[in-house]
């Protein structure tokens, strides 16, 4: 205890709870540290709480306390008793909350209170029963003494004198070797974490970006209910998401989801000579267009569009491009324009795609160029 | 003694023998804790990870990281049928099919963003006050690592759920992979196995989630409240606090109950808003897939400031030898990010270095008497709001009827001009809060009563500080330096100065930093200053003798000041007592 | 001359001649019918229409033009269908109280007869589409799944996925969903008001947009398992309770045990 000093009165080492005050029930802290460095200490007066004084008080506090604690042991109780009594299923209506799931707000409140009771409860037994007397700690700096930084510096010297390592130039140096090539293993391994399914190495990755299940004469059908569309069913001003026929075969061949993500079009239907500009001559349909859903900015679906500003919008970033103007940029952080996917009937009078896309459909990447 | 003692000191030599635990205990129990609110905060984050620890473990009873389509079957009737991955089934199922495990989700997402959050204020805290000087610039970068590994943790944690927004959430990170220049493409197809969605993402991020991002965080917060307990605690300036001190109370039992009892009511709130507060309601979501996206998809509040960031970010990109650059992406995703950690990481150095401060700081700085690192604070707090505001520039449209396009070409100029003007302005207000400090040290306070000396001299009399506030604003006095001088060109014997731009760039930091801070006065100056004060008090004493009899102490006209039923004038007064004031 | 002009009041040639009109109506109601179901004229009585086009001209021609033509102010209307007349007139968003982004939804200023007074008028004009049947808006059969999965592509982009609602260009919005009546949203999807995109019977067939409207009216319905919804906005609004709620309550706490106990 030779650093630890209260700062109310030494000479009474019952801190706290002793019988420290003068007649007004204040006493006062003594100065501790006027040394240089240290800031000039000043008295500072210490008023005992209601409970330290006062028997009834501290009765009282202590009923308090264990209240709590005796609230934490009733929720507990509560919690058990919503956990099995109460259906998951139903919901019930509270002030404040709304028509909510019954057993979750009650296992929530239950639990909740009882652990936060406890919490309330240690804390005030702290700050009520406990001294409420600051004490005063020394610091001592973090740094060595030179004693100790000499024989630490010794025991190095010795050790590395021992091992011989500035010794041995060939060791020191085939050592480095082995360590600097040790981890290329660990980073090799990696390599497996894309392996094309038909074995060897497969498609580049630009070229897995550059495709899309878009093909030559491909009929475009609804998403969601996967009906073929005649151009007469999209009235002007009309949006459809639409995907290619065949999606859910690549996807039940494929098991995934990623044919989906880059074949994704709207179809838009606008007068004819709204349109201002295409990516290519008699791209559209009398008027329908065809553009890829995916952002080309870091790839959201984007199908926020304006029939009469014929903008569309990107939910994620704010990108905003004109479907009437080739589907180039107008705001925000998207650098590439929206790829347009050729269209026009065939024989049975449904839409299908005259070409696949032209470009990379999506978000650039290093090699698109 | 009592049985329960008994045992308890036989098992505590029982474990002593085997690791010498007592002379642990001997030395840590009586361990000083300094005490104010703000230290607190630390805790906030400390108890928030344990309860996402705790409920974690439970989620992941339930859980499957699959992204394996599955029909759904469970008891939420709008999903019936669809098709969706195993995670999502398995988070509603974890929602509506077990007892108690909307709960334990709620608790586990709310707990995550408190953590988050907590870490923040708790990072304003440690900078406002300095804290972050030596000795404690390891946990300072320490610190930054944590909430860097915080912000994976949530947004893993985030993504998990394979719902419509997490799944949007992920598409923009495949995006920000796939945008950094030459390994981007590579990085994003091993990680992915392939193109977006694919099915082994979720998977991988769940390893990353549940064992990798916490591990280091719990291996970093050890390391970080080691360092707290070897450092011991900063406190603030204080009546009989130093740099060489701590003031407060004792580990046992003070902060045992108190530190104790705050994780429990940090639990417990926790708990309550789990049940009361519904947190990200997957099943309103949907499943995820890549061609479906809602209005309003917004990712967590952490990352909104980046999300704002690629939200403002001009459309830039070029095209270079056949390769794509997309700046638009890789500048706001990737290269600022990267500086603002690295330089909030490097901070305490280049303070040091700047100001030259080479000492110990355990007596933590008023934000006032450091006017250039506050205003640095709230210049970036001012970028991270602004950016954040970005991030929610959508709802933040609809809710207030404004333009997008507006709130966003408003944000690309305020992010630039905003954070200057508020580091000008918090400095000015600093310096300002410096002055008034040294005129309390010099004069008091203004009591506002006017007296009328013998001599016909009229003062106002200042009233003496509290030793507290004496103390709290003495501390301007340590804090106070003086820039370093000026580097030379050539030294007293014409030699060349082979340093001088480094130090000249390092005065003019200096400069900066010091330049403009108010000089206190001295010790000795506030001791004439307060005694002063004094004598002033002194002079007024006399008409406070009456204060016991006649309360009511009214302003007269010429502003003598006057005791109900005593004679108004300072002469008719002095002649009462008989020429005595 | 004057022969023909005299018989045209015989009592037997005006009878002639309302069946032949009657007739032509009918057929031409008939071959609009079958040729697109939903286009039918809404009523043809003609006290509705007159009335309708005197309430016309009062309320709308001076952006619309006299005859519905479209000014500079607003657009045509001719052809729009007496589902949007419906649609704009009932929810209150025409007339327009103030040029703006866009016309927000208030409380009709129309009274219900009168709405249908101007639908009938403007349904007149050219075949549009017409206001639903109650069959059409009978979603009690439709499917609340598949009406989320169709949601969430056709829908949720803009109206969010709670139907909350979302922003668009320049200060226009898609709004909330969670006042709208199954009536609006179907003519809503019929007649793409203001920059709503169309999406007509051919790819979101009747069956479709009936499970669209239960599982809206699903959302609107739907308690909140979790406690307070938030207003089911996501994370912005969850990052807001945190801050304003739960790190103040934490801050309350945290002063609550620094203050020294009296």
């Not at chain 1, 399914?197 to 970006?209: C, T």
């Not at chain 2, 300036?237 to 740099?243: D, I, K, M, S, Y």
């Not at chain 2, 939200?311 to 500086?339: C, D, H, K, Q």
């Not at chain 3, 009062?58 to 209307?77: I, Q």
């Amino acid at each position: 205890m030779s650093d630890l000093t209260t700062r109310d009165s030494a000479e009474t080492p019952d801190h706290g709870h002793g019988p420290t005050t003068d007649g007004d029930g204040t006493d006062l802290a003594r100065p501790l540290f006027t040394g240089p460095g240290a800031l000039p200490a000043a008295d500072v007066p210490h008023r005992p709480r209601a409970s330290d004084v006062n028997p009834k008080a501290a009765r009282r506090v202590e009923r308090q306390i264990a209240a709590m604690f005796m609230l934490a042991v009733l929720m507990v109780i509560l919690f058990v008793i919503a956990y099995v009594g109460i259906d998951p299923y139903t919901m019930a209506y509270v002030p404040v909350l709304g028509e909510v799931g019954a057993q979750n707000a009650a296992l929530g409140f239950t639990f909740g209170l009882g652990v936060f009771a406890i919490g309330a409860g240690a804390i005030q037994w702290a700050k009520k029963l406990m001294p409420d007397v600051e004490v005063v700690q020394e610091r001592h700096t973090m740094t060595s003494d030179a004693e100790e930084t000499d024989a630490a510096a010794e025991q190095f010297e010795r050790g590395k004198e021992e091992s011989g390592f500035g010794q041995y130039r060939l060791i020191r140096r085939t050592l480095i070797a082995a360590l600097a090539l040790f981890p290329i293993p660990l980073v090799v391994l990696l390599r497996d974490l894309w392996s094309p399914k038909n074995g060897g190495f497969g498609p580049s990755p630009s070229e897995v970006l550059s495709e899309t299940a878009w093909t030559e004469g491909m009929p475009i059908v609804t998403d969601g209910t996967y009906v073929k569309i005649r151009p007469e069913e999209i009235p002007v001003g009309g949006l459809v998401s639409a995907l290619p026929e065949n999606i859910n075969e690549i996807q039940e061949e494929e098991h995934n989801l990623n044919a989906r993500g880059k074949a994704a079009i709207l179809l838009v239907r606008m007068e004819p000579d709204e349109i201002r500009s295409q990516q290519g001559e008699g791209w559209d349909f009398e008027g329908i267009v065809a553009y890829s859903k995916i952002c080309t900015h870091v790839g959201c679906p984007i199908a926020l569009y304006e029939h009469r500003t014929h903008h569309l919008l990107c939910p994620c970033h704010q990108s905003t491009f004109d479907l009437a103007d080739a589907g180039n940029v107008i705001f925000g952080p998207a650098a590439r324009r929206m790829p347009q996917l050729p269209i026009g009937v065939n024989e049975e009078g449904f839409l299908v795609a005259k070409m696949p896309f032209q470009e990379p459909v999506g978000p650039s990447f290093w090699e698109r160029g | 003694m009592s049985t329960v003692e008994k045992v308890g000191g036989s098992v505590a030599t029982y474990v002593d023998n085997r690791t010498g635990s007592n002379r642990f205990l001997a030395r840590n129990l009586k361990k000083v804790f300094p005490d104010h609110w703000s230290f607190m905060l630390g805790e906030i984050a400390l108890y928030s990870f344990i309860v996402v620890l705790l409920t974690g473990v439970f989620l992941t009873l339930f859980y499957k990281p699959s992204m394996v389509e599955v029909v759904y079957d469970g008891s939420y009737v709008p999903l019936k049928g669809v098709m969706m991955s195993e995670a999502y089934a398995s988070t509603l199922d974890i929602s509506f099919d077990v007892r108690g495990g909307l709960l334990i989700r709620q608790m586990h997402h709310w707990a995550a963003l408190l953590f988050i959050a907590a870490m923040s204020v708790h990072m304003m805290r440690v900078f406002f006050t300095g804290a972050f000087r030596k000795p404690r610039e390891f946990n300072w970068i320490i610190g930054v690592t944590l909430i860097a590994l915080g912000l994976a943790a949530g947004f893993s944690g985030y993504s998990l759920p394979d719902d419509l927004l997490s799944g949007t959430g992920l598409q923009i990170a495949r995006g920000i992979i796939q945008a950094i220049p030459i390994v981007g493409t590579w990085g994003a197809f091993l990680l992915f196995d392939g193109e977006f969605p694919g099915t082994e993402f979720i998977s991988r991020l769940y390893g990353v989630h549940i064992l990798l991002v916490p591990g280091l965080i719990l291996a970093l917060v050890t390391v970080h409240l080691m360092l707290v307990w070897v450092q011991k605690h900063t406190q603030f300036p204080g009546p009989g606090r130093t740099n060489n001190n701590v003031v407060g109370y004792p580990l046992m039992p003070i902060y045992m109950a108190k530190a104790g009892g705050f994780f429990f009511v940090v639990f417990g709130v926790i708990t309550l808003i789990g049940g009361l507060v519904t947190v990200n309601p997957i099943w309103i979501f949907g499943p995820y897939t890549p061609d479906q996206v809602s209005a309003g998809s917004q990712p967590d509040w952490y990352i909104g400031w980046l999300d704002g960031m690629l939200r403002i970010m001009p459309n830039w990109e070029t095209v270079l030898f056949g390769y794509t650059i997309s700046w638009n992406i890789f500048l706001p995703a990737v290269v600022i990010p990267g500086i603002v950690f690295t330089a909030a990481a490097l901070y305490p150095f280049l303070e040091a270095w700047a100001t030259g401060d080479k000492r110990d700081h355990n007596l933590l700085d008023r934000p006032r008497n450091a006017p250039v690192r506050t205003g640095i604070g709230v210049m970036a707090i001012t970028f991270y709001f602004l950016l954040f505001i970005g991030g929610g520039n959508d709802i933040i449209a609809i809710t207030f009827d404004l333009s997008i396009n507006s709130i966003i070409w408003f944000l690309r100029i305020a992010v630039i001009v905003g954070p200057p003007i508020a580091f000008l302005i918090t400095k000015r207000i600093c310096l300002g809060l410096q002055r008034r400090d040294r005129e309390k040290l010099l004069h008091g306070y203004e009591s506002g009563r006017i007296l009328r000396l013998p001599h016909g001299e009229f003062i106002e009399v200042h009233e003496p500080l509290t030793p507290k506030e004496r103390a709290v604003i003495e501390s301007a006095v340590e804090a106070y330096h003086t820039p370093l001088p000026a580097a030379q060109k050539t030294d007293a014997n014409g030699v060349r100065n082979k340093h001088y731009r480094r130090e000249n760039l390092r005065a003019k930091l200096s400069h900066w930093f010091y330049g403009d801070a108010i000089v206190p006065p001295t010790y000795d100056e506030i001791e004439a200053g307060q005694a002063h004060v004094a004598h002033d008090a002194a002079i007024e004493a006399p008409l406070h003798e009456h204060d016991v009899d006649t309360t009511v102490m009214v302003p007269f006209h010429g502003g003598i000041l006057h005791t109900e039923g005593e004679p108004a004038t300072n002469r008719e007064q002095l002649e009462e007592r008989g020429g005595n004031l | 001359m004057k022969a023909l002009a005299a018989r045209r009041r015989n009592p037997v040639v005006v009878t002639l001649l309302l069946l032949v009109a009657l007739l032509g109506v009918g057929g031409v109601y008939a071959v609009a019918t079958s040729a697109a179901p939903a286009e039918a004229t809404a009523s043809n009585d003609q006290t509705a229409i007159d009335e309708g086009k005197r309430l016309y001209l009062e309320g709308c021609s001076s952006c619309h033009g006299l005859n519905a033509e479209g000014t500079s102010n607003g657009p045509t209307l001719i052809g729009v269908g007496a589902a949007s007349v419906h649609f704009q007139v009932a929810t209150g968003r025409m007339p327009m109280a103030a040029p703006g982004a866009q016309a927000g939804a208030k409380p009709p200023v129309y009274t219900d007869e009168e709405v249908a007074q101007m639908a009938a008028y403007i349904a007149s004009l050219a075949p549009g589409p017409a206001i639903p049947t109650a069959e059409q808006l009978d979603y009690s059969d439709a499917d609340v799944a598949e009406g989320g999965v169709l949601f969430r592509i056709n829908c949720a982009q803009c109206h969010q996925a709670a139907g909350g609602g979302g922003a668009l260009t320049q200060g226009k919005y898609a709004p909330s969903l969670m006042d709208a009546t199954p009536q609006e949203i179907y003519e809503a999807m019929l007649t793409g008001p203001q920059n709503m995109p169309v999406f007509g019977d051919g790819t979101l067939t009747v069956e479709d947009k009936q499970a669209v409207i239960a599982y809206i009216m699903n959302l609107q319905e739907a308690p909140s398992p979790g406690g307070i919804s938030l207003g089911r906005l996501g994370p912005v609004a969850e990052g807001l309770f945190l801050f304003a709620g739960v790190m103040v309550i934490f801050i309350g706490l945290a002063v609550w045990i620094g203050i020294k106990a009296r």
